[in-house]
């Protein structure tokens, strides 16, 4: 069984074993060429991969910081409910009940919007 070597080298001696000199030079200035813009595009590829992991690197830390940013908005809201609600029932005013209505409409929309999924 022939290896890889001997394959490929039996193959260029099939190309190459009627050409002259020049026409030999020729064909190995294509080769190199050709392995020239293969190694270009190889570094072009490379590189596109590297903007893409960097990018999804930034979209990553984006997701999280907007994640936390939204669990940080969520605690704040039940927070605050939780302090008006806490407050003696007798001294809750017309406007404690308004603003306790409020915050629970503005948690609930906001739950549903981002589609909550830490409780």
């Known amino acids: 069984m022939l290896d890889d070597n001997e394959l490929l080298f039996d193959e260029l001696y099939e190309k190459t074993k009627d050409c002259g000199r020049v026409q030999f030079i020729n064909l190995l200035m294509e080769k190199e060429r050709e392995k020239q813009e293969l190694k270009k595009k190889l570094e072009e590829k490379d590189d596109f ?21 939204q669990k940080e908005f969520i605690e704040w809201l039940e927070s605050n409910l939780e302090a008006l609600e806490m407050c003696d029932r007798e001294l809750i005013l017309t406007n404690n009940k308004k603003e306790i209505k409020a915050y629970k409409e503005i948690l609930s929309k906001y739950k549903e919007i981002i589609g909550v999924k830490y409780e």
């Open 49 to 69: 991969i590297n903007k893409l992991q960097g990018t999804k690197y930034r979209l990553d830390k984006y997701d999280y910081e907007r994640t936390m940013q």
